[in-house]
């Protein structure tokens, strides 16, 4: 009789645990199914990283916003959603920058050229090819639009600051066996 009852909870257990095992990989499943598609929701006008961005650049005399980032990457997302989506950024970034967009993991080699060790990393670019800003990880919006200013001032009146800052502890190190 024991043996019969401790059988009849063995398969009770084996059922139940088979059961948590194909949930779980549902809800995997449906995670990866979701995953953070961040072009997809964005409203900003993102150009590729390409001699009409750069023409673009010259022909209305504003420097380029490179945004670098990872759909994979958290500190990305936050970024994307707490600071760049923000309408006073949207504006600032579309109507004194040409916004240019590079997903760290379709252009790898593009990323580790402009220097890209962590995401998200922007980088303001000159016309002419020039850094004039580069930042990495989550920035405020207030901060930001601080940054930025400053930079474009700078630039507008004949200086180039090659300024560098970020927070290592907000962002994602990219693969280094890409």
């Known amino acids: 009789m024991t043996y019969m009852l401790l059988a009849a909870n063995y398969k009770l257990f084996l059922r139940v645990s088979m059961i948590i095992v194909c949930v779980f990989f549902l809800q995997i499943k449906s995670i990866h199914a979701?995953?953070?598609?961040?072009?997809?929701?964005?409203?900003?006008?993102?150009?590729?990283?390409?001699?009409?961005?750069?023409?673009?650049?010259?022909?209305?005399?504003?420097?380029?916003?490179?945004?670098?980032?990872?759909?994979?990457?958290?500190?990305?997302?936050?970024?994307?959603?707490?600071?760049?989506?923000?309408?006073?950024?949207?504006?600032?970034?579309?109507?004194?920058?040409?916004?240019?967009?590079?997903?760290?993991?379709?252009?790898?080699?593009?990323?580790?050229?402009?220097?890209?060790?962590?995401v998200p990393t922007s980088i303001i670019i000159t016309p002419d090819g020039k850094k004039?800003?580069?930042?990495?990880?989550?920035?405020?919006?207030?901060?930001?639009?601080?940054?930025?200013n400053k930079t474009l001032a700078a630039w507008q009146s004949g200086e180039l600051p090659e300024e560098e800052f970020g927070s290592e502890s907000t962002c994602c190190p990219v693969p280094n066996n890409q």
């Open 132 to 148: 004039l800003l580069k930042f990495f990880g989550f920035i405020k919006p207030a901060d930001l639009v601080l940054s930025l």
């Open 34 to 118: 979701q995953e953070w598609k961040y072009m997809e929701h964005a409203e900003i006008d993102w150009r590729n990283y390409d001699k009409q961005a750069f023409t673009e650049a010259r022909i209305k005399n504003r420097p380029l916003f490179v945004f670098i980032f990872a759909d994979w990457c958290e500190w990305c997302k936050k970024l994307e959603l707490e600071t760049l989506e923000k309408q006073e950024i949207r504006k600032l970034i579309q109507t004194k920058f040409i916004p240019v967009a590079i997903d760290y993991d379709k252009h790898t080699e593009l990323a580790k050229k402009l220097g890209v060790q962590l």
